[in-house]
């Protein structure tokens, strides 16, 4: 995934005038400095029930579009890849966020081939149409390698995945991909958890591991309020907690810490993101 990068002035959202009656607008976004991926649309901007489809005409540079009539300008305040989505927040108030969804389908006749979608969807779409609007959902029955801790007692089930004990350097879950771990959840049950908290400065020790992996999470089996109720937590003040725990999250702002009521729940989401990861991994490396 790459993320919003920074730019000395703003970058561009250019709307001309086009001569081709099926495609009569030609949008201008500036990806980089002066230079723009453009692309032949049906409209200004998506009405907000549909998504428009549009035909890539290539990158321009400034000179290219000299000659074209503007017809609307706007400043990009955030421009972001995300696998095969392109993600644009427009500076102004209204018809300001959008995403171009690029997909590439193969022909029906000719096996092997392929021919280049875009879809324009603007967030006003997104909300009539729902999610599958603007993120590909892909296979259902998707196989992927997790790696089990040799540790783990009791470890969860991934179906449908190839599963593997291994020694993890860090964590209790593992995403493998072209033999590398890219992602790795830190699995900790009420009771783990509790008992960490003796030593807070090995958890955190711990917890700096993880940064060595490109995607970490750390995964409670448990919700915040069952750690400060003393009913449940007879070993800590609810207060003392509640601060370790606030203290994880501003010390570890780069990596997830969930909540999950029980082990069914962390089982699912793991394997969910997991998932996520694996999808976005392969459209990066398409």
């Known amino acids: 995934m790459n993320e919003p990068s920074s730019h000395s002035s703003p970058r561009r959202w250019l709307v001309f005038a086009n001569e081709d009656q099926r495609f009569p607008y030609i949008l201008a976004i500036e990806e980089k400095a002066g230079h723009f991926l453009c692309l032949a649309t049906q409209e200004k901007w998506p009405a907000s029930n549909k998504k428009i489809f549009c035909q890539r005409l290539g990158y321009f540079t400034e000179e290219d579009l000299e000659e074209l009539a503007l017809i609307d300008s706007s400043n990009i305040k955030s421009l972001a890849h995300y696998g095969k989505k392109l993600e644009i927040i427009l500076d102004r108030k209204i018809r300001k966020r959008c995403w171009f969804v690029i997909f590439k389908k193969e022909y029906k006749t000719r096996p092997g081939e392929y021919y280049e979608q875009i879809f324009w969807v603007t967030q006003s779409a997104a909300r009539a149409r729902g ?99 003393p009913k449940k937590n007879p070993y800590f003040k609810p207060s003392y907690v509640a601060d370790v725990l606030a203290e994880l999250y501003v010390l570890f702002p780069e990596f997830q810490i969930i909540f999950c009521d029980n082990r069914k729940v962390a089982n699912e989401w793991s394997y969910r993101w997991f998932k996520r990861i694996y999808r976005l991994y392969n459209e990066e490396k398409e």
């Open 131 to 229: 999610r599958k609007a603007y993120v590909p959902q892909g296979g259902k029955n998707e196989s992927f390698t997790v790696v089990i801790d040799t540790r783990e007692r009791y470890p969860w089930k991934f179906p449908n995945c190839q599963v593997i004990r291994e020694n993890l350097a860090v964590g209790d879950y593992g995403l493998k991909l072209d033999e590398q771990v890219v992602a790795v959840v830190e699995r900790k049950t009420r009771e783990n958890l509790l008992h960490n908290m003796q030593s807070f400065e090995l958890l955190r020790a711990s917890l700096h591991e993880l940064k060595t992996v490109p995607y970490r999470t750390m995964i409670l089996e448990c919700s915040y309020a069952d750690l400060i109720n």
